[in-house]
């Protein structure tokens, strides 16, 4: 959550998932890729995007976080675009925050992604990312 408490796109995250080979649910990192006042806080859920172990089977579009301290990750890990919403009860907290060139680059992917093309990459006012065409493949 940002210094006035809302979940903010780009936030790294802890949520449970569960398994669908089994009734375990463990707590796994996530990504939110929505945006706090056109969605998360009206609805109370956010849009998200799992984040797996670099070491899993690639998917197409797996992007690999470069930046693991910002993210608050503790091992090589990649955004999976297997996306979900998920109620905001459920966070078990806040890890990080995608460093600026994770964030362009996972933009461009979500981008791929929708069928938006890549030179349409979607901005937050002080994002500070150029639109440096840098992707994840």
Known sequence: MDSE???SAWRVVRVPFPFTDRQAVKNRPALVLSDAAAFN???GHAVMAMITSEANEPWPLDCSILDLGE?????PSKVRFKLFTLDQRLLRGVLGRLSARDEGRVRVALSSLLGMGTSYVLQEPG??????GETCA
């Open 41 to 43: 806080d009206p609805v």
């Open 5 to 7: 408490g809302a979940l």
């Open 71 to 75: 993210a608050g990750l503790p091992a």
């Open 127 to 132: 994002a500070g990312y150029a639109g440096s």
